[in-house]
C-alpha cells in the first residue's frame, strides 16, 4: 500500500476466503503521517547564556500534527554526549507554555546543554536546538554555591583609628 501523499487515520480490512467457503476478516485502524514538515520543539527560556540555580522553568513549544510526547534533557558541557532526562517523557504537547521544572540542586555547579526532543505518531523526531548548534544542546550554567566573603584583617573585635587597612578574600 503506497501512502505517498495520504494523511490521517484509516481503517484497513482485510477479508480471507478458503476454498470451502470459510472466511475470516481482520480490521486495524492506523494514523498515516506523510507530513514533511517537522515537529515544532522550541525551549524559549531559560536563553542561552542564562546561569539557573533552584529549581528552574523551561518554557517553549513543543507540538506536531501527530504529536506524540516530547522530552527534556541536560548534559554536561564536558560530556554532552551523557544525556539525563528531566522528568519523565510527557505525552501532551505544549503551545508556549512550561515545558518542565529542572531541579538544579541535584547538580554540581557549572556548564550544562539543554535539549527537547518531540517526537510524532510516525515516528519522526525534531530536535531543539537543531543539529548545527555546538553539540546539539542550549549552553547554560548552574550556580547554586553562595559566594564566599571573609574579613581578615583587621581582626573581629578590634579598635582602629585613622586609615585602616582592609583585608579579605
Do not use: C, H
Request: no cysteine.
Amino acid at each position: 500500500w503506497n501512502t505517498a501523499g495520504l494523511n490521517g487515520i484509516y481503517t484497513i480490512k482485510v477479508s480471507a476466503l478458503d476454498q470451502v467457503g470459510n472466511t475470516t476478516q481482520e480490521t486495524t485502524r492506523l494514523t498515516v503521517d506523510n507530513i514533511v514538515i517537522p515537529a515544532n520543539a522550541i525551549i524559549s527560556s531559560p536563553a542561552s547564556g542564562e546561569v539557573l540555580s533552584g529549581v528552574a522553568a523551561i518554557s517553549g513549544i513543543a507540538i506536531d500534527e501527530n504529536f506524540k510526547e516530547y522530552k527534556l534533557e541536560y548534559a554536561s558541557s564536558a560530556n554532552p554526549t551523557n544525556w539525563t532526562m528531566i522528568g519523565t517523557v510527557q505525552n501532551t504537547a505544549v503551545s508556549n507554555g512550561i515545558l518542565g521544572n529542572w531541579d538544579t540542586t541535584g547538580v554540581t555547579d557549572g556548564a550544562y546543554m539543554l535539549r527537547l526532543t518531540v517526537k510524532d505518531l510516525a515516528g519522526n523526531t525534531s530536535v531543539y536546538p537543531p543539529a548545527l548548534s555546538l553539540s546539539n544542546g542550549l549552553s547554560l550554567s548552574v550556580d547554586n554555591s553562595a559566594p564566599v566573603a571573609a574579613l581578615t584583617s583587621p581582626a573581629n573585635g578590634s579598635v582602629v583609628g585613622g586609615t585602616v587597612t582592609l583585608a579579605g578574600t
